[in-house]
């Protein structure tokens, strides 16, 4: 009888040390950098971009295993992968500095000008456990006196304030029609034009001073909270579709590497282009979209309703059916997602009527920059006029 009372308690045992494991699918996956310098890359772009970096002996909380070769962690408001080569996963139910309560990022992001050590402060001493990259745009889940409360492959880490700018939004650059100061006679007094000079000016100081244009579909992801973008990141954005654009704006962005949006009217595109003439405006033709649309993208300014009507946009005074009948046809003419309301002018019946027709985003011309979380029918712009000064456009754009 005694083997078998032993048997029966030795069971007994087991199973009541056996409650205290965890069971194997409810362990979560971590890294452990087995290199120097293991690099961080967000693929959001569709190329790799270096985002940060592990040292040997640094650990992250894996978010999935896309199979393969890499890892992917939660990065900001977005995700980076690492290479499985340099690293080695093992499983446990949590580990020091993790994110257990799933704190959220807020709508608050600083800027990093330079690489920054991360650090852990779970144990009461910072010990650092991931490096961010320079020139990144990190949201953060508060501001804790003089130090700032992040999230890194599912870590709390911090980062000293004097380490990081607070960020004041990204800047949006609205401008619509270029001429070569010997050209310009008729438009002098005219606010939305400018000189090439002034405009080559102002992307040679963007380029040297390392801005990188992003996309309106970029810009869109960052408000929703959904990308990370540089730190200095800049968008670039014409009105009407004038074939000044194409003469002056082109070349130069197209130099430097830039790119830029383009919102067309698009029943005022001629069939052939038209010959250029100074002293009045001409529009870009189909060709001459189709020749510049490895720099320019096309979003909508309407199709025949960029007119004032007593001081009132016609897509404020036109019945309804008539302006959604446009602004479709705009759309559907272009492949636009994007929209540009003529003179500025709207209100809340215009942006149903964009969300109706599954529009993401439409720029206004109120003077700001943009934040995350920002209305995305609202979207501020920073009009560049022909009093700037280079130094007025770099404090514009500067954070």
């Known amino acids: 009888m005694r083997p078998i009372l032993f048997a029966f308690s030795l069971f007994i045992s087991f ?19 087995i ?6 890359f967000d693929n959001s772009t569709g190329s790799l971009v270096e985002v940060g970096y592990m040292e040997k002996g640094d650990i992250l909380k894996v978010d999935k295993d896309p199979g393969k070769n890499w890892w992917q962690i939660k990065f900001g408001n977005s995700y980076a992968y690492v290479y499985k080569g340099n690293v080695e ?15 959220k990022n807020s709508n608050d992001t600083i800027l990093l000008m330079e690489n920054q050590r991360i650090y852990d402060n779970s144990t009461g001493k910072l010990i650092p456990f991931v490096t961010i990259k320079g020139n990144m745009r990190y949201p953060i889940i508060c501001k804790l006196k003089n130090w700032y409360k992040i999230d890194v492959g599912g870590r709390i880490g911090y980062i000293h304030h004097s380490k990081a700018s607070w960020d004041h939004g990204v800047p949006v650059l609205m401008y619509h029609h270029i001429l070569k100061k010997s050209e310009n006679k008729n438009y002098r007094n005219v606010s939305t034009t400018i000189s090439d000079s002034q405009f080559n000016e102002q992307m040679n100081w963007l380029k040297e001073n390392g801005y990188e244009t992003i996309t309106l579909q970029r810009l869109e992801q960052y408000v929703r909270g959904k990308a990370n973008i540089p730190a200095k990141a800049v968008v670039i954005t014409f009105d009407d579709g004038l074939k000044t654009s194409f003469l002056y704006a082109y070349p130069k962005l197209k130099e430097h590497g830039f790119q830029a ?29 189709d020749a510049m649309s490895d720099v320019f993208t096309f979003e909508s300014h309407t199709d025949c309703l960029h007119n004032l009507n007593g001081g009132k946009s016609d897509v404020l005074t036109k019945p309804y059916n008539v302006v959604k009948e446009d602004i479709k046809r705009s759309r559907d003419i272009l492949g636009a997602r994007y ?9 809340s019946s215009i942006i149903q009527m964009l969300n109706e027709l599954d529009f993401k985003l439409a720029v206004t011309t109120k003077q700001g920059k943009v934040r995350i979380g920002d209305p995305l029918f609202e979207i501020k712009r920073l009009g560049v006029y022909p009093e700037h000064t280079l130094k007025d456009f770099s404090k514009m754009v500067q954070n």
């Open 89 to 103: 996963s093992f499983k446990a139910k949590a580990i020091g500095g993790e994110n257990t309560s799933n704190l």
């Open 261 to 289: 949006v383009n919102f067309v009217i698009t029943g005022r595109i001629p069939k052939e282009p038209q010959k250029f003439n100074p002293d009045s405006l001409q529009f870009l033709s189909r060709s001459e979209m």
């Open 35 to 40: 290199k120097d310098r293991v690099p961080l």
């Open 339 to 347: 929209f540009a309301y003529p003179f500025g002018q709207y209100n």
């Open 15 to 33: 199973f009541s040390f056996s409650n205290y494991f965890v069971k194997a699918d409810e362990l979560n996956t971590y890294i452990k950098a």
